[in-house]
């Protein structure tokens, strides 16, 4: 009973924290008593909850005016969100162009956590087409996507995530943390990452870094398709139309790179 009323008072704080945002989003400043009043509570418990949220950078006081206001922290958070809206809005055209140019499905990944995130997708033009990716939550180390990614992150978090225990899918898997190292070295000098009946028996694919504006590499685009249509000995040539097909995602997000590159 005790648990249940814990929870419920949380829930109740999270809903009154929430609301208190959509008020100053519509009224741009209110005062203390102001937030109390509209949510019918002390304002003692207002200004708790206004203390949580400027300590998260999401409200600030006006010493000045005795006001609350929003703050920074809510643009961070709509630029992550625009972020990953602008990359889909991008990166789908190019997904169905590359689809039909390859003839096999095409995927745009994100990482989130210790996982790759397909976004989009497009079908290839074969008659055997691939099940539907999109949401699905695949793995970093088995996955041409997920080695992408997983090539381009902080050295730390790499060591971080080749430290945990990697899963076998097949017998091509590799679970070799000194051995996917030195794969990922390749990856990030050739400009593209492979998967070779690794994570499915019968299923090849290739992938490719997608940069923002920044040339942080923010996503990946792949093309995976079975292992008779899209053989070992085929893979380069399609990676070369990935990797042209990437740059162009890139390149939609404000990416240009430098002279030296």
């Not at 419920?8 to 102001?34: C, F, K, N, W, Y």
């Not at 998260?56 to 609350?68: A, F, K, P, Q």
């Not at 593209?192 to 019968?202: F, K, P, R």
Request: net charge neutral; with cysteine.
């Amino acid at each position: 009973m005790l648990t249940s009323m814990a929870e419920h008072d949380r829930v109740q704080s999270v809903d009154r924290a929430v609301r208190i945002l959509e008020m100053l989003a519509r009224e741009g400043e209110l005062t203390v008593g102001q937030v109390a009043a509209e949510l019918e509570v002390h304002s003692s418990t207002a200004s708790r909850l206004i203390d949580t949220l400027a300590a998260r950078d999401l409200l600030e006081r006006n010493v000045d005016r005795g006001n609350v206001r929003l703050a920074a922290g809510l643009l961070r958070l709509a630029g992550a969100t625009a972020s990953q809206l602008d990359l889909t809005t991008e990166a789908q055209p190019v997904c169905d162009t590359l689809a039909a140019e390859v003839g096999e499905t095409t995927n745009a990944a994100i990482l989130s956590g210790d996982v790759a995130i397909n976004v989009c997708q497009a079908s290839g033009t074969s008659s055997v087409s691939m099940r539907n990716w999109i949401g699905q939550r695949t793995v970093l180390h088995a996955t041409s996507s997920g080695k992408v990614l997983l090539a381009h992150v902080e050295n730390h978090q790499r060591r971080r995530l080749l430290r945990q225990p990697l899963q076998r899918f097949t017998s091509a898997t590799r679970c070799s943390a000194e051995e996917l190292r030195l794969e990922l070295t390749r990856v990030r000098k050739q400009g593209w990452a492979q998967s070779v009946e690794e994570y499915e028996d019968g299923l090849n694919s290739v992938a490719a870094p997608i940069r923002d504006h920044d040339g942080k590499v923010i996503a990946s685009l792949s093309a995976a398709g079975p292992t008779y249509r899209l053989s070992p000995e085929r893979l380069p040539q399609v990676a070369a139309t990935v990797v042209a097909a990437a740059d162009e995602v890139s390149t939609r997000m404000g990416y240009r790179p430098r002279a030296s590159e």
